[in-house]
C-alpha cells in the first residue's frame, strides 16, 4: 500500500491511494490539521513500539479519505449538512457555520 514508487514517471492524483502524509495533512481543513499530526504522531509511536506499520497505515488511510473529502469545500459542505439533516431530522440553514453544521453532524 504505501511504498517507494521505482518509476518516478508514474503520475496520480496526490490524494490516491499511497498518499504521503504530508499530502493528506495539507488537503486538510486547517482546524483538522492538529487532530492529525496528533493521530500520525501516535500511530508512529506504535508501530516503533510494535514493528507492525498496519495501524499506521490504518489511520493514514482513514485521514486520506478525510483530506479527499475536504479537498472540494464545497462538497465537503454539503456532505456535513446532509450527515446534519440525517443525524438530526432537520435541515440546516445554508448561512450556518461549517463548525456548526460539523458539530451536529459528528464530524
Known sequence: MYS????SVVRRHPLGKGASPEAIRS???????AEFDSAYDAALAEAKATRD????????????????LQSDPEVFRRVARRAAELRTGQASPEDEPLAVTRAKAGM
Open 53 to 68: 506499520l498496519t495501524g499506521l497505515f490504518t489511520m493514514l488511510e482513514r485521514w486520506r479519505g478525510i483530506a479527499a
Open 4 to 7: 517507494v514508487e521505482q518509476d
Open 27 to 33: 488537503a486538510l481543513l486547517p482546524e483538522d490539521q
